[in-house]
């Protein structure tokens, strides 16, 4: 736990038992009263004196209810026992037993009270309450749940994390700058497209001298803009996002910040700190906030214009439909980019919820995740129907953000026109001095190497710009189709010969740009080697669907979904108090599990 979340709970700790002493103060003083005021009353057998009694003194016990009770007037109350009718007794009577109600309502009040403040508590205490699922570090080796203890087995995930990191971060990966150009070249050699990249160049060259040349860019709808950005994503801390809410209410700190952005903001020594995302692990960047939003300004205004500016090279690809095109350019290209600078950014990486701060202009990457699912469904059974055979293969880049090479990014970027100034500011911020934070250990400060920064939008705009290269080559090199990729995540389908051809150029790019394929995300369901001899071995899943080789439909994975139940038991077991139960239950069974199993559609047949 970080120290300003340390301090928001010690401080939530201290007003809590404040408010918990308070109340059982309460507590006891209502069920003295109480048991002292019903010992009077059953001492009396008078109905009318047992009313009376109560009457009197019910009024300290219910401050909520006895304040009409104390209104009362003698005339009020059923008159001497001499004359009493039976039907006066029984509502003498009556009376009597809506007062005591009246008390056993208060001590169940007081009883859940007690209850809840006893479970805060508890809750408060437990400073590791889990509230998302469980890691992928509970399985063993082999794919099997692992039989250790839960915290053992995400402590050594930790550490393995760890030194893998800084394995790739602090080692340069030095890529074929020439290689890298001459399949560039390759790619745009046919005349069309290489009047589009000359557009393109010129395009990119404008970006960077509007980008140089203003003199005030930051205003107060600017910052807000960027403050919303980063309010949704993980970059900071939830205390400096706080800070952050706060500066959008107030019109003169956002004016100070303006000046301050407006002059430049240094690169500075940056710690870093493993977090759980998802029940993965993350490492990211504990970012100071005024040089937050400098740095969220610089990446959102690249990525919005150069978006725009790639979009003409996609306007010229072979495209096998229109309609399809266009809903390709409209929902899926460079689709962790925003279109606009007030959309924002996208939510953390690899976000699986809704946390309600997104705009409508931008859907988060779990909408677009279950939206892609449904064309691919869909077309898998249309296609099969029209032509007898269809083939579809799913793939992943291994560890992309951390194993991405800075001279693969800075050869793509001066190919296609990012001007000098902007290769260097580009180079210092990827080259920024780091100080590993893990626990109370602090390593030695090191100058990154390789590797972009997780949830900054100056790495998105890096990261999608090198990817755009597996989009243009899957297009040039086979026929029109379309590579679906979600950041690193890719999916293509369509004719099995044609769909070999594309997963070859994926291979070929992959290769050069000196990336890797994940061969545990890696998948392929095609009619057979003759037509797909190059398709990779495996299952394409999705969530827990596994699209099923003999008849085209997406099934639940029951052995996946065994493994992963095994994984939540444990994890339930070691929380260590009800709420931190109750909250990890509700992340899983409430929103994890329930959107891995893809949205009800007609495509996936009544059975799904």
């Not at 003498?92 to 479970?119: C, F, G, P, V, W």
Request: net charge neutral.
């Amino acid at each position: 736990m970080s120290s300003s979340a340390g301090i928001l709970s010690q401080t939530l700790q201290s007003i809590t038992n404040t408010k918990i002493s308070e109340l059982r103060k309460q507590r006891e003083s209502f069920a003295a009263h109480k048991s002292k005021l019903l010992t009077s009353v059953d001492a009396t057998t008078d109905p009318e004196a047992r009313v009376r009694i109560l009457l009197a003194s019910i009024g300290g016990c219910t401050p909520e209810n006895g304040k009409k009770l104390e209104d009362l007037n003698d005339h009020k109350v059923p008159g001497s026992t001499a004359n009493l009718s039976l039907k006066n007794i029984r509502r003498i009577l009556d009376q009597s037993n809506e007062l005591r109600q009246l008390l056993d309502q208060r001590t169940r009040k007081l009883d859940y009270a007690d209850l809840y403040a006893r479970l805060l508590t508890e809750w408060l205490a437990d400073t590791s309450a889990a509230t998302t699922p469980p890691p992928q570090a509970s399985a063993g080796d082999n794919g099997e749940p692992s039989e250790e203890p839960f915290e053992l087995v995400a402590q050594t995930k930790l550490q393995q994390l760890r030194e893998m990191f800084e394995s790739y971060v602090f080692t340069p990966l030095d890529t074929d700058a020439a290689a890298i150009t001459s399949h560039l070249d390759g790619l745009f050699e046919v005349e069309e497209a290489a009047k589009a990249l000359g557009v393109l160049r010129k395009e990119v060259r404008g970006i960077g001298r509007y980008l140089t040349n203003a003199s005030k860019p930051f205003d107060h709808g600017v910052l807000k803009w960027c403050i919303k950005g980063l309010l949704k994503n993980d970059l900071l801390t939830e205390h400096k996002k706080t800070l952050l809410a706060d500066f959008l209410q107030n019109k003169v700190v956002l004016t100070e910040i303006a000046v301050f952005s407006t002059c430049g903001s240094p690169v500075s020594t940056l710690g870093l700190g493993a977090t759980k995302l998802n029940g993965k692990y993350r490492v990211m960047m504990d970012e100071d906030i005024l040089q937050a939003i400098f740095l969220h300004y610089i990446g959102l205004s690249w990525s919005v214009q150069m978006k725009a500016a790639l979009r003409t090279i996609v306007q010229t690809k072979k495209s096998l439909s229109f309609k399809k095109q266009a809903a390709y350019e409209n929902e899926y290209f460079l689709a962790q980019l925003p279109d606009t600078v007030p959309a924002g950014a996208r939510g953390g990486y690899d976000e699986e919820e809704d946390n309600g701060t997104q705009t409508t202009l931008l859907k988060t990457p779990l909408q677009i995740r279950q939206q892609l699912l449904l064309p691919i469904a869909s077309e898998l059974l249309i296609h099969g129907a029209q032509h007898g055979e269809v083939a579809v293969v799913q793939s992943d880049i291994q560890w992309f953000y951390t194993s991405l090479s800075h001279s693969t990014i800075f050869t793509v970027l001066r190919y296609f026109g990012v001007p000098k100034n902007w290769m260097v500011f580009f180079k210092k911020y990827l080259e920024t001095p780091l100080k590993m934070v893990y626990e109370a250990e602090e390593s030695e400060v090191r100058c990154r190497r390789r590797d972009v920064p997780i949830a900054h939008t100056i790495s998105n705009f890096m990261a999608e710009v090198v990817l755009f290269v597996l989009d243009f080559a899957v297009n040039q090199e086979a026929q029109g189709t379309m590579l679906y990729r979600l950041t690193d995540d890719l999916w293509i389908w369509g004719d099995p010969r044609t769909t070999n051809d594309a997963w070859k150029a994926i291979q070929r790019s992959v290769e050069v740009l000196g990336l890797t394929i994940n061969k545990k995300i890696l998948g392929s369901v095609h009619p057979g080697e003759d037509a797909c001899p190059d398709l990779p071995a495996g299952d394409v899943k999705w969530g827990f669907l596994k699209l099923d080789s003999e008849t085209g439909r997406w099934l639940i994975d029951q052995n996946d979904v065994d493994r992963h139940t095994q994984r939540l038991k444990r994890q339930l077991n070691s929380s260590k108090s009800i709420f931190s139960f109750i909250q990890l239950w509700n992340s899983c069974v409430g929103r994890f599990f329930q959107r891995t199993f893809g949205q009800p559609a007609n495509c996936f047949g009544q059975e799904h």
